[in-house]
């Protein structure tokens, strides 16, 4: 089907908005130049939240130190724990980031959220994000008491580039019998390196983000060539045995269609999966412009899931 027009609300902002702010609207010429993207590596000041308090922890990593990035609410008690995976195109972004959502996911869903500043490519290319989110993983698994966490309640969640770790982590969690993972919330995830959707093939000029776009940030982090379950989810032959899942698809945005794939192989291995497909929106909608209303749909569903996930 052709690519369905943008939501007018978000068109409007998208056309009214400062690009020199966020190049990202232009992501294949920011994915091809290292000095467009390097900014975005940054950590940008964030705002002091007193209901979601923020801390820098830091855990032996298979690279080295690995930084985890928590975010506890006002909440006493044990806590259910979402381990976090922001998003950039495998290349870029930080904990910070993406700060505004961890703090929602924590204060709003009562969850101690764990937000790992994991390795970048290219020059950390897969597995190198891959090992460092199951490397935080376990660690949670077995010290989450630190942080006032429940090691029976941890959820993986992540957009984008994180989307695809979240969904790696679970994988291989399962085929490694390891910590348990109870829930896996994936936002708009990159999950086929094949990029052979009919999104794929027809979103050559959809904003924020297009095939050319998604084929660099394939290459930058596989190289273009791995079909390896844990660099690309969709390329795993068994589903089942997977955590229940809530999936979001962005309408007009190249990864559509793998996603809305995931979710039905997932339904079809005897996973629950919830699957909303946010009406007009393009990629990173509810990050990019969080105020726009079927943003704020959709990050209420998204704490909804959480929610109901972690306190049963």
């Known amino acids: 089907m052709p690519v369905p027009p943008v939501d007018p609300e978000i068109q409007s902002l998208l056309d009214t908005s400062d690009s020199g702010v966020f190049p990202l609207y232009d992501l ?4 091809a130049d290292p000095e467009l993207y390097r900014p975005l ?21 298979p690279g080295g ?32 980031a993406e700060e505004k959502h961890a703090q929602r996911y924590a204060r709003d869903a009562e969850a101690v959220v764990a937000s790992v500043d994991y390795r970048l490519a290219p020059e950390h290319p897969y597995p190198a994000a891959a090992d460092d989110a199951y490397a935080a993983l376990t660690w949670l698994a077995g010290k989450a008491a630190e942080i006032g966490g429940d090691p029976e309640r941890i959820a993986v969640a992540g957009a984008s580039a994180g989307g695809n770790i979240a969904a790696a982590t679970a994988l291989r969690a399962r085929d490694l019998d390891g910590p348990p993972v109870v ?19 027809q979103c050559t000029d959809t904003p924020v983000l297009n095939r050319a776009a998604m084929k660099l940030a394939w290459r930058h ?20 045995g997977l955590p229940p899942a809530f999936i979001v698809v962005a309408e007009a945005d190249p990864l559509r269609d793998e996603g809305l794939l995931y979710a039905k192989r997932l339904s079809a291995a005897g996973v629950t999966t919830e699957l909303i497909q946010a009406p007009g929106a393009v990629h990173g909608f509810d990050l990019l412009f969080p105020k726009a209303r079927v943003s704020e749909r959709n990050l209420a569903d998204q704490v909804r899931a959480l929610r109901e996930a972690l306190h049963q």
């Open 221 to 240: 982090y596989t190289g273009g060539h791995s079909l390896a379950p844990y660099a690309s989810p969709a390329q795993a032959a068994d589903l089942s």
């Open 183 to 201: 829930f896996q919330m994936l936002i708009y995830p990159a999950v086929d390196s094949g990029m052979t959707s009919d999104s794929m093939r």
């Open 41 to 61: 590596r940054e950590r940008p000041d964030t705002p002091a939240d007193e209901q979601a308090k923020a801390e820098d922890l830091f855990i032996p990593g």
């Open 28 to 31: 294949d010429s920011v994915l």
């Open 65 to 96: 130190q690995l930084r985890l990035r928590v975010y506890r609410p006002a909440t006493d008690g044990t806590l259910p724990v979402v381990l976090y995976l922001h998003g950039g195109a495998f290349t870029y972004g930080s904990p910070e």
